[in-house]
């Protein structure tokens, strides 16, 4: 779940939920171990401060990142639909996957660039005013230049959907000619340095009897999954090309009334149409969505009590989407957001559901 803090270029800027957490963790984790060591002797307003505005300066150097994928983007006709910054960094969600290898190079090398020369100008600053320069400026700025670098670095590894796999997917495509066996080869490396970056992990916790190498270990994971929803992405988009969701929906939808008990939509729903879930209306308008997860949570001695708006996701928690939307976009939305199923709506009416 996200939340929307603005907009850019006509991106919406989205913060997910996850990113409070480590916003916080990185604020604490500088206060306290590492601007003490570089600045022994000041006052904790001091630490925590810088903290705050160097965490500050993190996400927004990953921000003006990921802009400079979108504005490459934009440029070559790609519409993007939002930038998100979460646990591990940020995200630009591209509509569409680029036309030609070439407009792939340029998209994802456009972030790395952006970093070196933010990093470079700002560690330039530090070491031309060095001391003169009160300690508040030249730890955030000092902070914020390696970040930069660091951050250039880090996403040039070659692990697909990162920059560095997407030039590698790029270079690939380019010699094959081919999308989809350019991404398996991408995702392929992916996995290799997603198990070497937890071996590396695991391998330091067990070899020093601390969490440090937690860190490796999620970034492994984090890498793991983004590659295969990375290929999961190509491989349905290049599948159903120009479809809309009109296409493939499916047109004929069993609904339950919000009032019915969760053991009458038990034995004449789930168990005679055999679905994952039900949408719920009332008067003929969409209300929610009835799962059989919903359903399972409902102690069995009060299934006969609780009815199926009291479990029910409401509407305004669901994902929806309309017959025109591009079914490859629709069908990312189920996959990202971990649903089972979309009700599509036209004109405020449910006229089918994407499964």
Do not use: C
């Not at 660039?113 to 330039?124: F, K, P, W």
């Not at 949408?279 to 409902?298: A, Q, S």
């Not at 069908?331 to 009416?349: D, F, S």
């Amino acid at each position: 779940m996200s939340v929307k803090i603005g907009k850019i270029r006509g991106i919406n800027i989205k913060i997910n939920y996850s990113w409070f957490l480590i916003f916080f963790f990185i604020t604490w984790s500088l206060a306290n171990n590492y601007l003490p060591g570089q600045y022994p002797n000041k006052p904790n307003n001091f630490y925590w401060t810088i903290g705050l505005v160097s965490a500050l300066s993190l996400y927004l150097s990953i921000l003006v990142h990921e802009l400079a994928h979108s504005v490459i983007a934009q440029g070559e006709g790609l519409e993007i639909n939002n930038i998100t910054l979460h646990f591990f960094g940020g995200v630009s969600q591209i509509r569409e996957e680029s036309t030609n290898p070439k407009t792939e190079a340029y998209m994802a090398i456009a972030g790395p660039l952006t970093s070196i020369v933010i990093g470079g100008v700002l560690l330039s600053i530090n070491s031309i005013l060095g001391s003169g320069l009160p300690d508040t400026f030249e730890a955030v700025i000092m902070y914020s230049g390696y970040v930069n670098l660091g951050l250039a670095l880090f996403n040039l590894i070659p692990a697909y959907p990162m920059d560095g796999g997407r030039v590698l997917r790029a270079i690939i495509w380019n010699r094959t000619d081919n999308l989809i066996k350019s991404t398996r080869t991408a995702t392929t490396v992916s996995n290799i340095i997603s198990l070497l970056f937890m071996g590396f992990g695991f391998f330091n916790i067990f070899s020093t009897g601390t969490l440090d190498g937690l860190w490796l270990v999620f970034i492994g994971l984090f890498i793991n999954g983004s590659s295969k929803m990375g290929l999961s992405q190509t491989i349905i988009s290049e599948a159903l090309g120009e479809m809309t969701v009109r296409e493939i929906m499916t047109r004929e939808v069993k609904t339950v009334e919000p009032d019915v008990s969760i053991q009458e939509v038990i034995d004449n729903w789930f168990s005679v149409f055999k679905h994952q879930g039900y949408p719920v209306t009332e008067n003929g308008e969409l209300v929610g969505i009835i799962t059989l997860e919903d359903v399972r949570e409902v102690e069995k001695d009060k299934r006969d009590s609780v009815t199926v708006r009291d479990v029910m996701k409401n509407k305004d928690k669901l994902i929806i989407t309309n017959p025109d939307e591009k079914a490859s976009d629709a069908l990312m939305k189920i996959a990202t957001n971990n649903v089972g199923r979309l009700p599509v709506m036209e004109n405020g009416t449910l006229v089918g559901i994407l499964t």
